[in-house]
């Protein structure tokens, strides 16, 4: 009996710790990611930005609304929100009691997939498959039928009732302490939503600092803005991996990001051009309705300082 059944229970019963901690325990463990990033130009003071992504709200998640509201305290200076709000056609509420609080700063926001369409359910290893194949969402793939459309409309009109921005395929700016920081934003590239041929033309002279903003950080989105020269891109979308091996870290971006740059603060480099840019990618607070497990990857926010550059 124990040679025969030992093993196979053994692997069963480590399975089912790992899937209860996974979904229990560390989906539901906030953190908040501190980064120091230096872009600003010498003489200004450090500006503080909060990026939330990925929040893929389900109604009753109350802590994770406890959670984002409770990021009001962190007293930023502007708010930047890159996508996939919605997990649920019923959350918008929802997420804007969450993000209430925060919506009393300046802000910015982009769309990503969740926030126009409801999730399907599909076999994770699909990620992998996808990977191997070289395609992602509606970059090599058929359109999904039956989807549920999401009442994003909704979502942008709380948003832009607040005073935040919608960087749709355009460009706007911020004025903090009459510091200009111009904002330019695309579509989600992964349903082929951006239109980077409507922003292109690089930073504003008039600006004292441009960033680039966008959900989901496809290859082609980055080069757009590395050569243009924007010295900071924000983006989520890759849920860090979500489900990751410790020591190892992530298997799959879900996009065309190579896995070392899954999460956190790294640089790109367009290659034509030889331009870099600063690249902070968000592993996001939250988690598809139909996989609402992390493992080594907990959902999170990230507070970013921006500082004076160094000299050459």
């Not at 093993?7 to 996974?22: D, F, K, Q």
């Not at 004292?208 to 989901?216: E, K, N, P, Y």
Request: charge should be neutral; include cysteine; proline fraction near 7%.
């Amino acid at each position: 009996m124990r040679a025969r059944y030992g093993v196979p229970l053994g692997i069963a019963a480590a399975g089912a710790a790992g899937l209860i901690y996974s979904a229990g325990f560390e989906a539901r463990s906030f953190r908040l990611r501190r980064v120091t990033v230096p872009v600003l130009p010498p003489g200004v003071r450090p500006l503080r930005v909060l990026q939330v992504s990925d929040i893929h709200m389900v109604c009753g998640q109350r802590k994770k609304q406890r959670w984002l509201r409770s990021l009001a305290g962190l007293r930023p200076d502007f708010v930047i929100n890159t996508g996939d709000n919605l997990s649920d056609p019923e959350g918008v509420p929802e997420v804007m009691d969450a993000l209430g609080p925060l919506m009393e700063f300046p802000g910015a926001y982009v769309f990503g997939s969740n926030d126009y369409y409801g999730p399907t359910l599909r076999n994770p290893a699909r990620y992998l498959y996808e990977k191997v194949q070289g395609r992602h969402g509606l970059n090599g793939n058929a359109p999904a039928t039956n989807v549920v459309h999401n009442p994003w409309e909704e979502l942008r009109d709380g948003f832009d009732a607040a005073g935040w921005l919608n960087l749709t395929n355009t460009r706007n700016s911020l004025k903090i302490d009459g510091f200009e920081i111009e904002l330019t934003g695309l579509d989600d590239p992964h349903i082929k939503r951006d239109r980077y041929a409507r922003v292109a033309g690089g930073p504003s002279a008039a600006a004292d600092l441009s960033l680039g903003v966008v959900h989901a950080p496809y290859l082609r989105a980055l080069d757009a803005f590395a050569a243009d020269g924007y010295p900071l891109i924000l983006a989520g979308h890759t849920h860090g991996g979500q489900l990751c091996i410790p020591f190892y870290g992530a298997l799959v971006t879900n996009c065309d990001l190579d896995t070392e740059r899954v999460k956190g603060l790294s640089t790109y480099t367009e290659a034509e051009s030889g331009r870099t840019s600063y690249m902070h990618v968000s592993a996001g607070c939250g988690t598809s309705r139909y996989t609402p497990v992390r493992f080594a990857c907990p959902p999170e926010a990230t507070l970013l300082t921006l500082t004076t550059r160094t000299s050459a």
